[in-house]
């Protein structure tokens, strides 16, 4: 059994200088100071808070370094990622011991990089460090390291950092962060692994099904998962950002009316969907080889959809996507075949985004010229394809339908996909861009219900896969009709 008194201690003691902590905040720090009953232990030796950006963390974290300092003479040991935020940290803590309520012997140190919040009465303090592979080596007497900014923490810093605990009579660890990060240029995909292991821990846990003593997982997300009782596979399910019900469960801060959603629906406009669910909804980035395998399109079935011969017949159109990294593009026909059934295939492949606009330009012309004038042009408006949304806009100025597939009809596109394939309406020519992305590919669910996209847990290149997507439900979306195309590829 455990006593929480400390931890409603603690939540007093900050009432007290003027943080009144929310609801959510109050979970966390009383998970912190718990304590068993039978030894005076801590309870938790491993805490974990996980909140969407501007949801509390730093004052929970403030909280719990005070309360530690200046009622229990405890030493803590701060470490952020980056720089600036140790400071930031160093500075809230700096501007609270000056509050008259404390009245504590303060000795700080201003050292760059080498902050510190020293008590000379209780023997108290917290010491703030950047990260790094020597960040904490040196220290000695840390009851407590706070690793803030967890979802970019990799075990060296840890290495550093952890050991000065080893001699404390009630050493703990805390993290703190939002949700794991990877799928973005320039993030390393790695970044988040070990929060991905504490994450997955404290599910299982929470659910009932494994027993991870010491560990106190605490988190806000719209994001959903089931659980497989009998391997533990847990399977993530993707919240609609649109729906501001999802906003409400991932945001403590909303709730408490720190934050409004006329602000948050201005973040969806500027981030996009994709970076909006996990900012500010705390969905995670799928993790590094953690992925769910591809098991809606098998590299078989993509095989036996191949006849070289395939060509569009009636009904072209076109499809555009982009690596998320704008690293490269593609251009995409289909249409249906003389035999009913629609082709799909690759008209353009290349680094780089800018050659996009004149290809498409003079293809269309081509096309035109031949009698062959598209009648639509698809592209994912919520994924990578987004960047190209101007030149394809110009591009359809005339008599050529855009279609921009968003959120529940993009997941759609992929399930009529894969079906597709599977029920032979769906031919292609096996060029070696498609094949590549089939095989790199895998599925994440979309939603509440079953549905689910494609996406590369792995950030191999998957464009190819969601241009195919796009094109064959632009296509599906022309009526069939008598008068016959010859093959655009030719």
């Not at 303060?106 to 510190?116: D, L």
């Not at 020293?118 to 960040?135: C, I, P, Q, T």
């Not at 945001?251 to 629906?265: D, V």
Request: glycine fraction near 8%; charge should be negative; hydrophobic fraction near 35%.
């Amino acid at each position: 059994m455990s006593d929480y008194r400390l931890g409603d201690e603690a939540i007093a003691h900050a009432a007290k200088y003027g943080v009144d902590l929310d609801d959510n905040q109050q979970k966390y720090v009383r998970g912190t100071f718990a304590v068993n009953e039978s030894d005076g232990q801590y309870s938790n030796s491993l805490t974990c808070d996980c909140q969407p950006r501007r949801n509390g963390k730093g004052e929970s974290l403030q909280t719990i370094c005070a309360y530690a300092a200046h009622k229990l003479g405890e030493h803590t040991l701060h470490s952020a990622h980056r720089l600036d935020t140790s400071e930031d940290a160093f500075r809230r803590i700096d501007e609270l011991a000056r509050h008259p309520y404390l009245k504590s012997i303060y000795a700080p140190t201003y050292s760059n990089g080498k902050q510190s919040y020293r008590l000379g009465d209780v023997g108290g303090g917290v010491s703030f460090r950047a990260r790094g592979g020597k960040a904490g080596r040196g220290l000695s007497d840390i009851d407590r390291v706070i690793y803030d900014e967890a979802q970019i923490l990799y075990r060296s810093a840890m290495a550093a950092a952890s050991p000065t605990t080893l001699t404390a009579e009630f050493g703990q660890t805390c993290l703190a962060g939002s949700a794991g990060v990877g799928s973005q240029p320039g993030e390393d995909p790695e970044s988040s692994a070990v929060w991905w292991d504490y994450r997955r821990a404290g599910i299982l846990q929470n659910a009932g099904l494994v027993e991870s003593p010491g560990l106190f997982w605490h988190e806000s997300t719209a994001e959903t998962w089931t659980i497989n009782p009998e391997t533990f596979d847990i399977e993530f399910h993707t919240p609609d950002p649109h729906d501001r019900k999802n906003w409400y469960l991932a945001n403590p801060a909303l709730r408490a009316g720190r934050i409004t959603e006329a602000k948050l629906s201005g973040m969806l406009t500027q981030l996009g969907e994709s970076l909006f669910l996990r900012e500010c909804l705390n969905v995670w980035d799928p993790p590094p080889n953690r992925g769910v395998r591809n098991s809606k399109l098998s590299p078989e079935a993509w095989a036996s959809a191949v006849d070289v011969e395939s060509s569009v017949a009636t009904g072209l159109v076109l499809a555009v996507d982009a690596d998320w990294d704008a690293a490269s593009a593609v251009i995409y026909v289909a249409g249906r075949r003389s035999d009913g059934t629609r082709h799909v295939g690759v008209v353009a492949a290349a680094p780089g985004i800018s050659w996009v606009e004149a290809r498409l330009k003079a293809l269309i012309q081509e096309l035109e010229a031949d009698q062959k004038r598209p009648l639509k042009i698809g592209y994912d408006s919520t994924g990578p394809a987004k960047v190209l949304e101007p030149i394809l806009k110009k591009a359809t100025a005339g008599p050529i339908d855009l279609v921009a597939l968003a959120g529940s009809a993009y997941s759609a596109a992929c399930v009529g996909f894969a079906n597709g394939v599977d029920s032979g309406d769906i031919k292609h020519r096996g060029d070696i861009e498609t094949t590549s992305a089939v095989n790199a590919a895998r599925v994440r669910r979309y939603g509440q219900q079953d549905s689910w996209i494609w996406h590369s847990a792995d950030h191999q290149n998957i464009s190819p896969l969601r241009c195919a997507t796009v094109a064959a439900w632009t296509a599906e979306l022309v009526p069939v009709r008598l008068s016959a195309y010859e093959d655009a590829m030719s």
